[in-house]
């Protein structure tokens, strides 16, 4: 289904694919704060040859009619609060509803699956899309409404 805008210089339809994808990038473009998780809670690792495929697990656009909802599964980084990098991921999501002319969503969900702890390899280097990161679970909800 499709979300449709249509302002003075006609109309444009957009695919829920299309803002799957631009919230995907959102999320990877935040990988100081956060790294996406699947509904399940496994880390999404991001990998050039296989482009986003993999990410999109990660977020779910929903159209109700006229409204869009919008859900988001990830992990934060140790030392950062669930509450600072979901409303910063809220407030970039928000901003490309604004560059594309649509409404913003109606509800934007965070599923946090928990923080990821900050363990270096032997060389004293440590990247967070290291696969020998361990999640430490605590799952938690954040929600934010429009009206």
């Not at 695919?15 to 790294?35: F, G, P, Q």
């Not at 604004?98 to 946090?112: F, V, W």
Request: charged share 25%; net charge neutral.
């Amino acid at each position: 289904m499709a979300v449709i805008t249509r302002n003075e210089y006609g109309i444009v339809a957009i695919n829920n694919a299309v803002l799957e994808k631009l919230i995907v990038d959102d999320m990877l473009s935040l990988s100081s704060y956060l790294i996406p998780c699947s509904r399940k809670g496994a880390l999404l690792h991001h990998r050039i040859w296989n482009g986003l495929g993999d990410m999109l697990k990660a977020v779910n656009v929903e159209i109700r009619g006229r409204d869009i909802y919008v859900d988001v599964n990830f992990a934060v980084l140790s030392g950062i609060s669930y509450q600072e990098a979901a409303d910063v991921l809220f407030r970039k999501v928000e901003e490309d509803f604004e560059i594309l002319c649509l409404d913003k969503p109606r509800g934007i969900s965070a599923h946090i699956m928990g923080t990821v702890s900050d363990q270096k390899d032997g060389r004293g280097k440590s990247s967070p899309f290291d696969r020998k990161k361990s999640l430490i679970p605590g799952e938690r909800v954040l929600t934010k409404t429009n009206d």
